[in-house]
């Protein structure tokens, strides 16, 4: 017993620990990502523009390019991050994300649909984003149940559902060239020219999924367990899975309706936070949202510093770590407690 409390209390320590450092983290990366670029901008003008408004060249940059982009960072790693923990507990694959299983796909399709038929209706963007990530999330599990629910067969079913949206994505670019001149860089992923007019809608949906996550955190734990488990302890796991999975779309729809077709931020994430949370939901899933915040930052700072003067796409940088991340996993694979269900 008295090892048992000695573990428990050491695990504690080392969540609250890396609870912390994420935050620190996610300050330091957040001014960084402020102050350094192709003007770095002294933190004392970052001080005296955030405090006492200045109005200088330098506090134009840091309202009208650098704040809203970092927002934007963290925004979609908070909703990429969190939404790849959810369906991999509700699917119970470790190799599920919302980009891997054509979630992020599914809501750039109809994302690219609305920009095409209403151009200048930026808060149609993320509805339609929130409604095709929840079709195909419905679409890729019902194919992966009916041919046996195994973890390489949800990947696969994603994998093809994702080619085929990608091949709309383009069909619509070629009839409507005019309204997407973008969307070169909306398939990449990105961050750049953000502005926070484009991020108040997407705001409500992201605040929105990420409280459902919260407040069913525990019934996430017990679905975990197994639907036989959860069945025997009153749960509807019919019910509270479609509304996890609804969570688990408001949160990519919405970072994709922003930041376009970002990959692997669902995938990488989730799996680095579970090794130093192991409690539960209520604690993994913040944790993996300020780590998934912290992520992204980092990742378009270095898209924006790396190759000085040139830039390269968020998206780009994040596929670089995420490909070898992905391959790994799959190297990896033992079963385990996110086992192939038969």
Same mark, same amino acid.
């Given at each position: 017993m008295k090892n048992i409390r000695v573990?428990?209390?050491?695990?504690?320590r080392?969540?609250?620990?890396?609870?912390?450092?994420?935050?620190?983290?996610?300050?330091?990366?957040?001014?960084?990502?402020?102050?350094?670029?192709?003007?770095?901008?002294?933190?004392?003008?970052?001080? !005296?523009? *955030?405090?006492?408004?200045?109005?200088? +060249?330098?506090?134009? =940059? $840091?309202? %009208? &390019?650098?704040?809203?982009?970092? @927002?934007? !960072?963290? *925004?979609?790693?908070?909703?990429?991050? +969190?939404?790849?923990? =959810? $369906?991999? %507990? &509700?699917?119970?694959?470790?190799? @599920?994300?919302?980009?891997?299983?054509?979630?992020?796909?599914?809501?750039?399709?109809f994302a690219v649909l609305a920009m095409a038929i209403f151009p200048y209706k930026i808060s149609v963007i993320p509805a339609a984003a929130f409604l095709?990530?929840?079709?195909?999330?419905?679409?890729?599990?019902?194919?992966?149940?009916k041919n046996g629910a195994s973890k390489?067969?949800?990947?696969?079913?994603?994998?093809?559902?994702?080619?085929?949206?990608?091949?709309?994505?383009?069909?619509?670019?070629?009839?409507?060239?005019?309204?997407?001149?973008g969307i070169t860089s909306f398939k990449i992923g990105g961050v750049m020219g953000m502005t926070f007019s484009k991020l108040y809608?997407?705001?409500?949906?992201?605040?929105?999924?990420?409280?459902?996550?919260?407040?069913?955190?525990?019934?996430?734990?017990?679905?975990?367990?197994?639907?036989?488990?959860?069945?025997?302890?009153?749960?509807?796991v019919k019910a509270i899975r479609f509304i996890l999975l609804l969570s688990a779309a408001l949160l990519a729809g919405a970072a994709v309706s922003f930041a376009g077709l970002l990959s692997f931020v669902g995938l990488i994430v989730p799996h680095i936070a579970r090794h130093f949370i192991k409690s539960g939901n209520m604690r993994l899933i913040p944790g993996t949202a300020l780590l998934g915040a912290v992520f992204v930052t980092l990742c378009d700072l270095i898209s924006r510093t790396a190759f000085a003067p040139y830039e390269v796409q968020l998206g780009i940088i994040i596929s670089y770590i995420g490909v070898p991340f992905f391959i790994y996993l799959i190297m990896k694979k033992k079963g385990g407690k996110h086992g192939d269900r038969t």
């Open positions: 573990v428990s209390a050491e695990r504690d080392t969540e609250k620990i890396f609870l912390l450092v994420c935050s620190i983290a996610l300050v330091i990366s957040a001014v960084l990502g402020i102050c350094m670029g192709s003007v770095k901008i002294p933190l004392s003008d970052f001080i !005296s523009a *955030l405090f006492f408004d200045e109005n200088t +060249v330098n506090s134009q =940059i $840091i309202y %009208s &390019v650098r704040m809203p982009r970092v @927002a934007a !960072s963290v *925004l979609a790693g908070i909703a990429l991050a +969190v939404s790849g923990v =959810i $369906i991999q %507990s &509700v699917l119970e694959n470790p190799l @599920a994300a919302p980009s891997i299983i054509g979630v992020n796909s599914g809501a750039g399709f095709g990530a929840i079709i195909t999330v419905m679409t890729v599990y019902f194919i992966a149940v390489m067969t949800l990947v696969l079913a994603g994998v093809a559902v994702s080619n085929l949206l990608n091949s709309g994505i383009d069909t619509i670019t070629t009839f409507f060239p005019d309204s997407l001149n809608p997407a705001c409500i949906y992201i605040a929105v999924g990420f409280i459902l996550a919260m407040l069913l955190s525990h019934e996430l734990d017990i679905l975990s367990l197994g639907d036989r488990t959860a069945k025997s302890l009153g749960m509807n």
